[in-house]
């Protein structure tokens, strides 16, 4: 495979990368998703209110926080029957 596959480490390489470039473009929430993120911190709080949590509790919080990451980018991830993403606009 050597004189196939050129295998050189990043020390040796990193004056010929470019600069690392970052831009943050803020998109809000459509009025939809931000009542499916609110449903689900509902349920997180529930949760996190209880003094002894279960197996079963770590796991639907999981479960939760998962659920809010996705309607955050996109409504039809966590509920089939809604299309709504500002980032498509």
């Not at 459509?30 to 911190?41: I, P, R, T, V, Y």
């Not at 639907?60 to 039809?76: A, E, G, I, P, Q």
Request: charged share 25%.
């Amino acid at each position: 495979m050597n004189p196939i596959l050129l295998r050189r480490e990043k020390q040796e390489v990193f004056e010929q990368l470019p600069n690392v470039s970052q831009k943050n473009v803020y998109v809000y929430l459509s009025d939809e998703q931000a009542n499916l993120h609110a449903s689900f911190a509902r349920g997180i709080a529930s949760i996190l209110g209880k003094k002894f949590k279960t197996t079963y509790d770590w796991q639907k919080l999981m479960h939760l926080l998962t659920n809010m990451r996705m309607v955050c980018d996109f409504s039809y991830l966590v509920d089939k029957e809604t299309y709504h993403s500002p980032k498509l606009i």
